[in-house]
């Protein structure tokens, strides 16, 4: 069967730094859009890292520009997200996606406090 299982998330101190696995098994991932979205407590699930297959292209929310990237590994059908100089205010649930068909993860949570 299809599914995305993400890895990844800790307990890290304000200004460090995690990295984000999502592997698809079942899959090859070369022609999918893939995402990370993230979900703080008592908020919605937002939009935080996007990689186009047709042009290999990626964008970001502004609250994470320049402190995390996104990557692809088509042979290892995994992607990732690298997260750098890490806030309390990216502690959340941390959600890969991949489409079509869409498929979603489970989540990870990342938690960033001293």
């Known amino acids: 069967q299809v599914q995305l299982v993400e890895s990844g998330g800790d307990l890290v101190q304000p200004g460090g730094s995690l990295r984000l696995s999502c592997v698809a098994s079942g899959m090859h991932i070369s022609n999918n859009y893939m995402a990370w979205y993230r979900q703080a407590p008592g908020k919605d699930r937002d939009l935080v890292a996007q990689?186009?297959?047709?042009?290999?292209?990626?964008a970001y929310a502004d609250s994470v520009k320049g402190r995390f990237t996104i990557s692809t590994d088509n042979a290892k059908s995994t992607f990732y997200l690298q997260m750098n100089s890490l806030k309390p205010e990216d502690t959340a649930v941390y959600y890969c996606y991949c489409s079509p068909p869409p498929y979603w993860g489970r989540g990870t949570q990342v938690t960033v406090s001293s």
């Open positions: 990689f186009f297959p047709s042009s290999d292209a990626t």
